[in-house]
């Protein structure tokens, strides 16, 4: 038996976070197929076929498809899962849409945001807002795993020669239809996989100040993220939120900035290497998860780091 | 429109968890229960929604251990009309679990849309609802920032990775909500009062249901220090040269 990804894409570009993925699922088994469910996604095909340790691509090319829509892709890896003991995805919200579903028409659990594969039934992952580990193990024939995709290197997407197959699902209902979707196109970097990471609380406010964060990660290279605050205050828009309820990030360098450290916001940072606290309250909890702060207003700090970044 | 909402009790985070001595588990005792967040969300939608005239009733039906009943009395003060609590005092019941009782109660009272909170501020697991969709096979709309209903169907906007999307879904459906649909409101004291009278009907989760038992067994729980000790640094001439070693 082997393992099963399921690929993330846009019908063009794989999403990077498919290849962490293959990196988890070699843990898993020697063997990894990668299903591409989507319209028109013969570039990304043959893309996969390269992929390193991919010895399979399973092809599902159909409208139905195209907008990632939860009932029919879930109907379609449930029908073709069976042949595997295990299927995994990146923890995006695509298959936190998906995979749940596959797992109870499976009558099996899902095992979520894996950051460790023990063995192949034994799993870590985070609990508690990231202040405690959970070690367990799963007693199904066939584990459903979304993966913490910071938690493993990209897999090579060179060196692969896998065959193409295609597939597709009889029985589905389109109970559900695709309207629009608005994408915050960005030119910085994804920001669950970005090396450095600038972000901004409600204190930074007003979108005009918000813009600043945006000239240092230009110059750093870095990714904008914001707390749930700063968006629901407009600063940022929600694609950008970090914490409990919105994207985990473990960059190298992690810059907070006018963010208090609420514990919904540092489940979702706690990984990162290097945490910089800007705030000008000394006492706020964020420092005391900070390896470097200042203690001082933004307003002085912010066009300072530009200027020294400028030299 | 009859629409049930789904709530979770959960542990106040307030209160400090504990990890027992073994390493074992987290240990429940003499906490206190609350509605998870996401959850109250989902009241409060169906609550505006039935002040705005397209739904008809509101039932919220809740799933713990009998100390965590006294939620469903905070969901009927809200404003949900009656009350399903289902007991279940051993093992804490997992995702699949959860999405079988529900199916259970959805059959029984065929709500036109079930409502809940798109994850749960305890486990996070955040799959309740997409499970309870899949076995009852109807239409589902996840992590929901905004909700329409038309004649026939429901228009959500559902807040994805990159941005946001829209999607239609047909009745009967499976809604999770995130924090920002709405702000929930506070109970009143009348409306408190009030809720004492609503129907409550209370169950059993082993009565409902054969196969609720767990599928992923806790090995160990392994608490993780973050604290750090950090260094604090007179201005951003110094975080540079800091910064310059480590990483940029
Ligand atoms: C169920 C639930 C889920 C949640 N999920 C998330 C989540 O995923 N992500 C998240 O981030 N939050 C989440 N939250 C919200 C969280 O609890 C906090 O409210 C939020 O993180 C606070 O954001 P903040 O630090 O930007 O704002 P605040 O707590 O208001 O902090 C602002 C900070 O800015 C500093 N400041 C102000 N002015 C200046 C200045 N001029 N110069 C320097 N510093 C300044 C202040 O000292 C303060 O420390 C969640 C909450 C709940 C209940």
Same mark, same amino acid.
């Given at each position: 038996?082997s393992?099963?990804? +399921? ?5 063009i ?13 070699k ?13 028109? /996604?013969? &570039? =990304?095909?043959d893309?996969a076929t #390269?992929?390193d340790?991919?010895t %399979?691509v ?7 498809y ?6 029919p ?13 295990a299927i995994l995805?990146s923890a995006?919200?695509?298959?936190k ?17 894996v950051?460790? /594969?023990? $063995?192949n039934?034994?799993?870590?992952r985070?609990?508690?807002t ?6 367990? %193990? ?12 910071? $938690?493993?290197k990209?897999?090579k *997407? ?25 994408i915050n196109?960005s030119?910085?970097?994804?920001? /669950?996989?970005?090396k450095?990471?600038i972000?901004?609380?409600r ?5 005009? !100040? ?5 000239? @240092? ?24 939120q970090?914490? &409990?309820?919105? #994207? /985990? ?5 992690y ?17 990162? #290497? +290097?945490?910089v606290a ?7 909890p964020?420092?005391?998860?900070a ?14 780091? @530009?200027?020294?970044? *400028?030299k | 429109?009859?629409?049930?909402v ?12 504990l990890? #027992? ?7 429940? *005792? ?7 967040p ?6 409060e ?14 039932i919220v039906?809740s799933?713990?251990? $009998?100390q965590?009943k *006294?939620?469903?009395?905070t969901?009927?003060a ?9 007991? !279940? ?9 959860i ?5 259970i ?7 036109a ?6 994850q749960? +501020? ?10 309870? $969709? ?15 209903? !038309?004649s ?15 999607? @239609? ?20 004291l ?6 004492k009278?609503?129907?409550?009907d209370?169950?059993?989760s082993?009565d409902?249901?054969?196969? =609720?038992s ?10 993780? %220090?973050?604290?750090?000790?950090? =260094? ?15 990483? =940029?």
């Open positions: 038996m393992a099963l990804v +399921i690929a993330e894409h846009n019908n570009t794989l999403e990077p976070t498919t290849l962490n993925t293959i990196t988890a699922a843990q898993l088994d020697e063997d990894i197929h990668i299903l591409i469910a989507g319209h028109m /996604i013969y &570039q =990304i095909a893309i #390269k992929i340790s991919v %399979k399973l092809l599902a090319d159909n409208i139905i195209a907008h990632g829509l939860a009932e892709l879930s109907s379609l890896i449930t029908e073709i899962g069976h042949n595997y003991h995805a995006t919200t695509h298959s849409n998906v995979l749940p579903r596959v797992a109870a028409l499976f009558d099996v659990a899902q095992i979520s945001d950051s460790n /594969i023990i $063995s039934d034994t799993f870590i985070q609990i508690y990231g202040k405690a580990l959970e070690i367990l %193990k799963s007693k199904d024939n066939i584990k459903i795993i979304t993966v913490r995709s910071s $938690s493993f990209e897999a *997407n060179t060196g692969g020669h896998a065959i193409i197959e295609t597939v597709s699902n009889k029985n589905y209902s389109l109970c559900s239809s695709f309207l629009s979707r608005q196109k030119r910085r970097p994804e920001l /669950i996989t970005s450095i990471i972000s901004g609380g204190g930074i406010g007003s979108i005009e !100040n918000f813009k600043l964060l945006e000239v @240092v990660a230009d110059k750093l290279g870095a990714a904008v993220g914001a707390t749930r605050a700063a968006v629901d205050s407009g600063f940022a828009t929600t694609d950008m970090i914490g &409990q309820s919105g #994207k /985990i990030v473990s960059p190298e360098l810059i907070a900035v006018a963010i208090s450290g609420a514990p919904q916001h540092i489940a979702g940072i706690s990984d990162s #290497k +290097i945490i800007i705030n000008k309250d000394k006492d706020a964020i420092i005391s998860i390896d470097y702060f200042i203690v001082g207003d933004l307003y002085q700090i912010l066009p300072e780091l @530009v200027t020294e970044l *400028n | 429109m009859k629409v049930l789904a709530v979770k009790p959960v542990i106040d985070c307030d209160v400090k968890f990890i #027992k001595e073994d390493n074992s588990r987290i240990n429940f *005792n003499n906490l206190k229960f609350i509605i998870n996401f959850d109250e969300n989902a009241i939608e169906a609550v505006r929604l039935k002040e705005a005239g397209k739904v008809s009733e509101i039906v799933i713990g251990p $009998s965590s *006294n939620i469903i009395f969901a009927l809200f404003g949900a009309d009656r009350g399903i609590f289902i007991v !279940n005092e051993d093992t804490k019941l997992q995702p699949l679990a999405a079988k009782l529900l199916k109660i959805a059959i029984r009272e065929l709500p849309m079930i409502i809940a909170g798109k749960s +501020i305890d486990d996070n697991l955040g799959q309740t609802g997409q499970m309870l $969709s899949a076995l009852l096979g109807w239409s589902q709309g996840t992590f929901v920032s905004k909700l329409i209903i !038309n026939t169907n429901v228009e959500v906007i559902r807040e994805i990775d990159n941005g946001l999307e829209t999607i @239609v879904l047909s009745l009967p459906t499976v809604i999770t909500v995130d924090l920002r649909i709405n702000k929930p409101r506070y109970a009143s009348s409306n408190i009062i009030k809720a009278k609503k129907p409550i209370i169950l059993s082993i409902l249901c054969n196969d =609720i767990p599928h992923l067994i806790t090995l160990k729980i392994e608490e993780l %220090k973050r604290h750090k000790f950090g =260094i604090n640094l007179a201005n951003v001439t110094e975080l540079i040269d800091k910064l310059k070693i480590k990483v =940029i």
